[in-house]
């Protein structure tokens, strides 16, 4: 009886596992998932601009249609389907270089983690692949507790962007 309830809990362990790993991420990879045209999105930043808090990169930043009118007023919070991406290059002797890691904040509806006011977290490769995404308390906290900084933007730096926002931290300047 007792070898028959290890291998019944084998197998119900065993499908438990492939099903878990069958899923797909919601966010797979860059080029399939929800902000694969992140990049016809309102570009709030003419040349990139040097990120100490994104890899010591330079990031282009890109807001959906949804978060723009709160990006450019400066009203927040951000509605609930707002979508924020910076696009980083790596950092050749202080000038963009190669494609970088891409870093994406979505808001979603009330309710969903208030530590990081309603904000969930992606980051991508730089070949696409997903490297993590979460909400406080998840592998992307580090994002929230840097991010809640900028409370008072609704958690958005917006620094070298056109996006009104109240500074929060002072630029800091790349270094050779």
């Not at 696009?87 to 990081?116: I, W």
């Not at 490297?131 to 998840?138: I, M, V």
């Not at 056109?162 to 300047?173: F, G």
């Amino acid at each position: 009886m007792l070898t028959w309830r290890l291998v019944l809990a084998s197998l119900v362990t065993a499908l438990a596992v492939a099903t878990a790993s069958s899923q797909p991420a919601r966010d797979p990879t860059l080029k399939t998932g929800p902000f694969k045209d992140y990049r016809q999105w309102a570009r709030m930043n003419a040349t990139p601009v040097f990120s100490a808090t994104h890899g010591n990169a330079f990031v282009v930043t890109y807001v959906n249609p949804t978060g723009l009118p709160a990006a450019r007023a400066g009203k927040f919070p951000f509605p609930p389907g707002s979508a924020i991406v910076k696009e980083a290059f790596e950092n050749q002797g202080c000038r963009p270089g190669g494609q970088g890691a891409v870093f994406v904040m979505e808001k979603r509806e009330p309710g969903y983690d208030p530590d990081g006011n309603g904000w969930h977290w992606v980051r991508y490769n730089p070949d696409g692949t997903l490297w993590g995404e979460g909400k406080s308390g998840g592998p992307m906290d580090f994002c929230r507790a840097c991010h809640s900084v900028a409370r008072v933007n609704d958690f958005v730096f917006g620094n070298g962007t056109s996006m009104k926002v109240a500074p929060t931290m002072p630029p800091t300047p790349c270094v050779k």
